[in-house]
């Protein structure tokens, strides 16, 4: 599912020298060369040109100050002089005084397939734990490619893609199987088809690591600043094996596994997993919260309700368009984020208790909303061309059955819907690469990793695995904790190491371990 986002599921010195991860063979060292040259020429072009900076478009929802403008990439690194696409770059100004300032701080939120625009709302909105950081930087965000007003790609018509109620996820039959392998492979097909062989061969981390070099160049920064959440974290990590010279300071904060075995097949059977712990965690807190939601004084209690509404909604969809797996959509964001405990479970509650249209309207599409739809079949385009293309994905059909039914037994909550949303890389239609080998090279900073111990989305071990990996890294471990995206709560243990280590580049002498944020109440 994709990194970060609970979006709909498918049944998510400026040119100084580059240095390239080492290819799989010899076979793919002649192409990183060309791209990485590629990538410098594509710099220098952006560090030349600078940034255009304007009022935002009135649809894009992002008032002034903030302004926005773009950059110009090649499609394809190994030929910078070949095709080009805009990418939508935003930014606020610092908040401080011209000596407070220290350059811009460069924000992905995850997916693949998120929008980084509203990141300069953080300072517009006053967001407290940010606002030491807003004095010190020009916050900064950007529309990945393909993605949002970067040269959008699609998969399938928008419309046709939320309509509901999609079939359950999980088979009761064969048949039920062969009709969501079919599905995957019409996916597949449909992304070459709408999105183009020649920007679909090009939707991968290391080339939008390459565009955000060329966005560093492009903001006439030296070297970068950059915050990655989620999926981000692994785009950033990519960055700093292919531009460790070119970063000045980078958190990472809710960390993909980076192992090259990992990247993308074996990341969602992991997820499936951490998702069943934290689906339990909240169970728990619904339970222990039954004086206001009436839910069950048990975790079991909790889960006998989500079986029935389960049930129900499999025999006949609630409101003709809630089944289950617009249950699964809706109900998955609890696991994902803290902030969605108390709405899913106030929902939840509100239709134990007979209110069925609370449910309809939480969790069905809205068809009315073509804006919104628009984005949810691109972000989950993006997500699947570069999760497909950025690896080799198993192409046995044995292999994903076989897998996805063991790990169905004890983790039912999403094994089978990540399944099919993950399909459609069986069958990709262009060539599929290798992963970078993420390690440290020559010139890499320090840089802060921030994880809690329970995140469903990017399990903890990716946060040791990237630790391993980046020499002089530091880990800031939120125990007992499990909310996905760490830096933007409040937990002064973490706020004030961000701060210090953002403001002063200042970090602990050892990795350090703090106490959990407070918990939702209802």
């Known amino acids: 599912m994709a990194l970060g986002s609970a979006g709909a599921l498918v049944t998510a010195s400026m040119i100084a020298s580059v240095v390239s991860a080492p290819a799989a063979g010899a076979a793919g060292r002649p192409a990183q060369d060309r791209a990485a040259k590629g990538a410098e020429i594509a710099a220098a072009r952006a560090a030349k040109a600078g940034i255009d900076w304007q009022d935002c478009p009135a649809d894009w929802g992002l008032a002034k100050p903030i302004q926005c403008g773009w950059v110009s990439v090649p499609v394809d690194y190994t030929h910078p002089d070949g095709k080009q696409i805009k990418l939508a770059v935003d930014r606020v100004a610092s908040t401080g005084t011209p000596a407070e ?22 300072v517009t909105g006053k967001k407290p734990v940010w606002a030491n950081v807003a004095k010190a930087y020009d916050f900064v965000g950007f529309d990945p490619r393909g993605v ?58 290391p080339n939008t690591a390459r565009d955000l070099d060329v966005i560093r160049a492009a903001l ?34 809710s960390v993909t596994n980076p192992a090259r075995d990992n990247i993308w097949y074996q990341a969602n059977l992991n997820q499936d997993v951490a998702f069943e712990g934290r689906w339990k965690d909240w169970e728990d807190w ?21 079986l029935q509404l389960r ?69 989950n385009a993006v997500y699947t061309a570069v999760e497909c ?20 037994q004890d983790y039912p909550f ?36 921030v994880q809690s111990t329970r995140d469903a989305a990017t399990p903890y071990e990716g946060a040791v695995e990237l630790h391993k990996r980046f020499a002089g890294s530091r880990l800031i471990t939120e125990k007992d904790a499990g909310s996905h995206g760490v830096t933007s709560l409040e937990n002064p243990c973490i706020n004030q190491r961000v701060d210090a280590y953002l403001i002063d580049g200042r970090l602990d002498g050892s990795d350090v371990t703090c106490t959990p944020h407070a918990t939702p109440k209802p």
Request: with cysteine.
């Open 101 to 122: 300032r220290q350059g811009a701080l460069v924000y992905n939120p995850g997916g693949p397939g998120g929008s980084g625009l509203r990141f300069p709302t953080r």
């Open 148 to 205: 949002g007003h970067s040269a959008p790609i699609s998969c399938a018509d928008p419309q046709q893609f939320v309509q509901a109620p999609k079939a359950d996820p999980v088979p009761d039959t064969e048949a039920d199987k062969l009709a969501q392998r079919k599905l995957a492979r019409e996916y597949a097909d449909g992304c070459l088809d709408r999105t183009g062989r020649t920007m679909l061969e090009q939707m991968t981390t």
């Open 220 to 253: 006439g920064e030296q070297k970068l600043n950059y915050l990655g959440v989620s999926y981000g974290t692994y785009l950033g990590a990519v960055y700093g094996t292919l531009f460790p010279g070119h970063l000045r300071r980078m958190i990472v904060d």
């Open 286 to 306: 619904v339970a222990a919260n039954d004086a206001a939601f009436h839910l069950g004084t048990t975790r079991a209690a909790v889960q006998d309700k989500w």
């Open 311 to 379: 049930a129900t909604a499999k025999k006949s969809p609630i409101g003709g368009v809630v089944g289950p797996a617009e249950l699964i959509s809706f109900f998955q964001s609890a696991p994902y984020y803290d902030s969605s405990w108390v709405p899913v479970a106030t929902v939840f509650s509100r239709y134990v208790a007979g209110d069925t249209q609370a449910l309809v309207d939480a969790a069905a599409p809205d068809l009315s909303d073509t804006a919104g739809n628009i984005a949810s079949e691109n972000s």
């Open 389 to 408: 293309t950025d690896a080799k994905w198993p192409t046995s059909w044995r292999t994903w059955d076989r897998d996805n039914s063991r790990l169905n």
């Open 414 to 449: 999403m094994t089978w819907a990540n399944a099919w949303m993950n399909l459609p890389c069986a069958t990709w239609p262009v060539k599929q690469q290798n992963p970078v080998d993420v390690t440290t090279h020559k010139g890499l900073p320090r840089v802060l990793i």
